[in-house]
């Protein structure tokens, strides 16, 4: 049974759990969490570049500057203000349950659902984590941000695996909670 445990950890989840512990985002899930406006604000600005497209023919060295300046400028602050929020945001972490019923790994639209030891739901709507099955009425440890009364899942294991030790909050986790969320 523990070579089964083992194994429902990938290594990726492993390397984010580490950083993790330390209270800290791997760079892949600050990257996610930072560009994560980019997608919505490039599909945004599509029709505008189909419509504007054959009268932006006609501008000259000088507007193809001004146009590009401008545009970089729109996508880079909101990037800029994103990359310093959560480079800075409180990391919490908590061990919580399975329900009776977890979503299967194959729905994964759907948001993951875990449970404090008191039965209080805690709804993910967004994962920076690998998708894993869950086993029901199963304990996990969880690390996740809360970033606009949302919850975003960064990453989770079995707290019965045994390197679960390992990837307990370490000192600078601590340090690190306590001093972003002084604030």
Known sequence: ???????????EMRAR???????????????????EPLTILLLLLAPLVIVM???????SIRGWIIVLLVGTTLLSVPLIFRAWRYARAAIHFEKLYAG????????????????????????FTKRLAPVVALRPNHAYIVYYLRDSG???LLSLAPAEHPDAERWQPSPAFHERFARRTDR
Not at 1 to 11: A, H, Q, T, Y
Not at 53 to 59: C, M, S, V
Not at 107 to 118: G, N, Q, S
């Open 100 to 123: 009776d019923h977890p979503s299967p790994a194959v729905l994964f639209w759907r948001p993951c659902v875990l449970y404090t030891d008191k039965g209080t739901e805690v709804r």
């Open 17 to 35: 759990l580490i950083s993790n512990r330390n209270g800290k985002l791997t760079v892949d899930q600050w990257k996610d969490m930072v560009t």
């Open 53 to 59: 497209g054959p009268r932006l023919a006609a501008f």
């Open 1 to 11: 049974m523990s070579g089964l445990v083992r194994d429902e950890v990938s290594s």
């Open 150 to 152: 949302q919850h975003v």
